[in-house]
C-alpha cells in the first residue's frame, strides 16, 4: 500500500455555536434540535480519535450565528502555502469566507480567490486522487470552478456531476484511502461521473446504498487508519483486508446537519499541484501529491 | 430555428464532460456542430471546444443552455449588434456590417436571429416588432432612410455550411474546387443525383445558360430539361435568348446553320431580324403564342410557365423586349426569383455567372461548367466559395444530363 502523503493535520472548529438554523440540504430539519452537550463530546472524542492516530489538530475559533464553521472541510482548498478560499452557495454560509480567511493569512497561507461568480465549496467538493483533483458540482459548487481550479493550482481536475440530493458534497461520495484504492458512492454521480471515477479508482470499494446513507465515505483517512462516522460489516472487513485500522467516531448530533468526519476537519497538508509546502509545516513530505507532471 | 454559440473548457475530455455536453443537446432535441476544439496533449493540459447549438425555437434553446451552464459550457456572445439608422435612401450608414453570402445570424435583445436571404456585398436591415425582431440582407440600393442598419462586427455571426464536396458526401470525390481531370460521366451522374435530390426535397433548379450553349447546338437538350420539368427559373442574357429563338426560327446561331456547321448567306443579320420581330409582337411570350417561336428554350419556358430574367449589357442588339436594360432592376428581379432555390446550374456564362453568384446564398448547391478554368476561379474568386467547377465542353456535359435525366 502505497499511503496517501496527506492527512496528518486538520483544521476543526469547537461546536460551541453549533446547531441546525436553517435547512439547506435534505439532512438539516430546523425542527429536530442538536444536544450541544452531546455534540460537543463528540467532536472532543473525534479530535481525540485523530490525534491518537497520529493527526495534529488545528483549532478555529467559533463565531456566533455562523453555525456551519464547524464543518470546516468546505473553508476551502490547502495547496502547500496557499489557501483557495470557498465561495459558499448559500447566504447562510457566506459569513463563514472572512473567518477562514484570516486564519489562513494569520497563519502564513497566501490566500487565493475564485473568479468572481463562481462557487465551490472547498475540500466538501474537491479531493486528490492519484495526480487529479476530483471535483463535484452542481450542488454546491460551479462546474466552471473546476476549469479555474486547475488554472490556480496547475494540476488536472476531473468534475463530477453530483446528482442526489442526499448527497450534496463530493465527500459524501468520494474518500481515497491511498493511492490506488477509494471508498466510493455511485449512487451520489450521474452516468458520466461513474464512468470517471470507474476509471480513475484502480481498487473501488464501492458502497451499498444502506451503507452510503450511513455517511460511510464521509471518513478521514490517516495513513493506515481510517476514522469512520459508521462502519457496516461488510465494509469494515474490506477495509481490514486491505490492511487498514478502522476506528468510529459516531457524530449523530452532526448527521443532523448533513455532515459527518471529514466534514468536520479540513485536511492541511495537502499538496495539489506544482506549489510549495505548507507555511507551518516544515515536516510536510516534499513533493507533490497530486500532480502527475 | 434558434442558435447559439457554448464554450466549454478545461479537463473535458477525461471529465467526459464535452459527451455530457454533446448528449445533453441531442437529448433536448437539439443538433450541434463542434466548430473548434483543442484537445490537451497531456493529462495536465486543459482541452477546449466551441460547439454551436441548433435549436427548433428560442424556448428549447434557453432551457438547453441553462442546463448546459450547470456542466460549465458557457454561451461566447453576450454582446448585440450595434444599429444605426440609415439618414439616406440608397446610402449604408458608415461602418456598416458587409455580408457575405453564408448563413448570418445578428444578436438583437439577447437572441439570435436569422438573416433572411444570405446575400454577399450587402448590408443587414433588422425590423422591430413589438417583440419580435426579424433580419434580411440589403443591397446598398434598396436602403431607405430610417431603415435599422447593423454596424460593427459585434453580434453578428456566420454559420460555414457543409460542402458538397465534403467527407462523405456523394461528391466526395469532388475534392477539388475546379475538377478537370475527373471522369465526366461520374460527375454528370452525381450533378443529376443532386438534381433529382433537389426535386425531391421541393427545392427549385435554377439555370444560368451562356449563348455558347445554343451555338454548339446544345439548345433541345436543354429545352428537353426544361420540357422535363427539371429546370424551375432561367437567368440569361440578350444574346442566349436572341439565339434561341434565332436558331428556332430560321435555324442559325448567329447566322451559323446548326446543321450544316457552316455560315449562310446574309446570315449575320439573322439575329436582328428575329429581335426586331419579337419587339414587334411586344414579347417573347407573344411571339411564342402567335406561333412565330414553336421551340427552343425560351419556347418551352414559356410554354411551363418556367420564369426567366433576361440581364441586359451594354453590347446588346435589340435588345428584346424582355430583356431589363437596367441593370439594377435585373439584379433586383433576379433576386425576386431566388426563393427555395437549392441547385444552380452555371453553364458557359461568365457575366452572368458571376452576377448570380454574387445573389446566392452560399447554401445554394453551384455548379459552374466551362471549358474555360478561369471562369470557375473567376467565380470563387469573386466570393461564391459553394461553387464546384467543371471543366469540360458544355454540349458534351449537357447532352449526358439530359440523357440522365430525360431519357430518350
Redesign the interface.
Known amino acids: 500500500m502505497t499511503q496517501l502523503t496527506w492527512g496528518r493535520r486538520y483544521l476543526m472548529c469547537p461546536p460551541v455555536h453549533f446547531s441546525v438554523l436553517y435547512e439547506i440540504n435534505s439532512w438539516m430539519h430546523t425542527a429536530v434540535p442538536v444536544d450541544p452537550e452531546a455534540a460537543r463530546a463528540q467532536w472532543e472524542g473525534l479530535v481525540a480519535t485523530l490525534e491518537s492516530a497520529g493527526a495534529v489538530v488545528e483549532r478555529l475559533d467559533p463565531v456566533a450565528g455562523l453555525p456551519d464553521l464547524v464543518f470546516t472541510a468546505n473553508a476551502g482548498l490547502v495547496d502547500g502555502s496557499r489557501f483557495v478560499a470557498s465561495a459558499f452557495r448559500h447566504p447562510q454560509r457566506q459569513g463563514e469566507t472572512a473567518i477562514d480567511t484570516a486564519w489562513f493569512a494569520a497563519h502564513g497561507y497566501d490566500i487565493v480567490s475564485l473568479p468572481a461568480g463562481v462557487v465551490h465549496e472547498g475540500a466538501g467538493d474537491a479531493l486528490p486522487f492519484a ?2 483533483l476530483v471535483s463535484g ?2 450542488t454546491r459548487s ?3 470552478a ?2 479555474a481550479l ?2 490556480l493550482i ?8 453530483l446528482v442526489d440530493p442526499r448527497y450534496y458534497h463530493l465527500d459524501l461520495t468520494f474518500c481515497p484511502l491511498d493511492e490506488r484504492r477509494a471508498i466510493l458512492n455511485p449512487a451520489g454521480w ?1 452516468r ?2 461513474c ?2 471515477m470507474e476509471s480513475l479508482v484502480a481498487e473501488p470499494l464501492v458502497l451499498e446504498a444502506e451503507e452510503a446513507e450511513l455517511f460511510c465515505a464521509n471518513s478521514v483517512v490517516i495513513g493506515t487508519t481510517i476514522v469512520m462516522p459508521a462502519c457496516p460489516p461488510r465494509v469494515g472487513r474490506i477495509l481490514e483486508g486491505w490492511g487498514f485500522d478502522v476506528i468510529v467516531a459516531a457524530v449523530p448530533e452532526f448527521l443532523k446537519a448533513g455532515g459527518g468526519c471529514r466534514c468536520l476537519t479540513l485536511a492541511l497538508d495537502v499538496t495539489l499541484g506544482h506549489a510549495g509546502p505548507s507555511p507551518s509545516s516544515p515536516s510536510a513530505p516534499p513533493g507533490s501529491v497530486a ?3 | 430555428m434558434a442558435s447559439e454559440r457554448v464554450q466549454v473548457e478545461g479537463h473535458i475530455i477525461d471529465s467526459l464532460t464535452l459527451a455530457k455536453v454533446l448528449d445533453t443537446i441531442l437529448s433536448a432535441g437539439c443538433d450541434y456542430v463542434i466548430e473548434e476544439v483543442t484537445i490537451g496533449r497531456s493529462a495536465d493540459d486543459m482541452s477546449r471546444a466551441l460547439v454551436e447549438i441548433q435549436a427548433p425555437d428560442d424556448v428549447v434553446l434557453e432551457s438547453l443552455l441553462s442546463e448546459l451552464q450547470v456542466h460549465g459550457a458557457n454561451r461566447t456572445s453576450t454582446v448585440d449588434a450595434t444599429l444605426v439608422t440609415a439618414d439616406t435612401d440608397g446610402v449604408l450608414p458608415d461602418g456598416f456590417y458587409s455580408t457575405t453570402n453564408l448563413p448570418t445570424a445578428v444578436r438583437i435583445d439577447g437572441h439570435w436571429v436569422p438573416v433572411a436571404t444570405p446575400e454577399m456585398d450587402c448590408g443587414v436591415a433588422v425590423d422591430r416588432g413589438d417583440d419580435t425582431a426579424s433580419a434580411r440582407t440589403v443591397p446598398m440600393h434598396r436602403v431607405e432612410a430610417g431603415d435599422r442598419i447593423v454596424v460593427g462586427h459585434e453580434g453578428v455571426r456566420v454559420t460555414v455550411p457543409a460542402r458538397v464536396g465534403g467527407p462523405g458526401s456523394q461528391f466526395e470525390f469532388m475534392n477539388s474546387d475546379v475538377s478537370s481531370e475527373k471522369p465526366k460521366a461520374r460527375l454528370v451522374a452525381d450533378v443529376a443525383a443532386r438534381i433529382r435530390a433537389a426535386k425531391e426535397a421541393g427545392e427549385r433548379v435554377l439555370l444560368v445558360a451562356g449563348p455558347a450553349l445554343i451555338h454548339t447546338g446544345t439548345g433541345p437538350h436543354l429545352a428537353a430539361l426544361v420540357r422535363g420539368g427539371w429546370i424551375d427559373v432561367l437567368f440569361a442574357g440578350n444574346g442566349f435568348a436572341t439565339h434561341d429563338i434565332e436558331s428556332n426560327v430560321l435555324g442559325t446561331s448567329l447566322g451559323v446553320s446548326l446543321e450544316l456547321g457552316s455560315g449562310v448567306e446574309h446570315g449575320h443579320s439573322n439575329h436582328l431580324r428575329v429581335i426586331n420581330e419579337v419587339r414587334r409582337q411586344g414579347s417573347i411570350a407573344a411571339a411564342v403564342e402567335s406561333g412565330y417561336i414553336s421551340g427552343g428554350v425560351m419556347y418551352e419556358c414559356v410554354k411551363a410557365g418556367v420564369p426567366f430574367v433576361l440581364g441586359g449589357s451594354v453590347r446588346d442588339d435589340g435588345p428584346l423586349p424582355d430583356v431589363h436594360t437596367d441593370v439594377v432592376k435585373a439584379a433586383d428581379t433576379m433576386r425576386a426569383n431566388l426563393d427555395g432555390v437549392g441547385v444552380a446550374l452555371m453553364l458557359a456564362t461568365t457575366l452572368h455567372a458571376i452576377a448570380t453568384g454574387n445573389l446566392l446564398s452560399a447554401t445554394v448547391q453551384t455548379f459552374c461548367v466551362d471549358i474555360n478554368q478561369a471562369v470557375v476561379t473567376k467565380l470563387a474568386d469573386r466570393g461564391s466559395h459553394q461553387a464546384l467547377g467543371i471543366v469540360t465542353d458544355v454540349g458534351l456535359f449537357v447532352e449526358e444530363l439530359r440523357q440522365q435525366l430525360v431519357p430518350a
Open positions: 495526480g487529479v458540482y452542481r460551479d462546474a466552471a473546476g476549469t486547475s488554472r496547475g494540476a488536472p481536475v476531473r468534475t463530477v456531476e450521474d458520466y461521473g464512468t470517471v500532480a502527475r507532471g
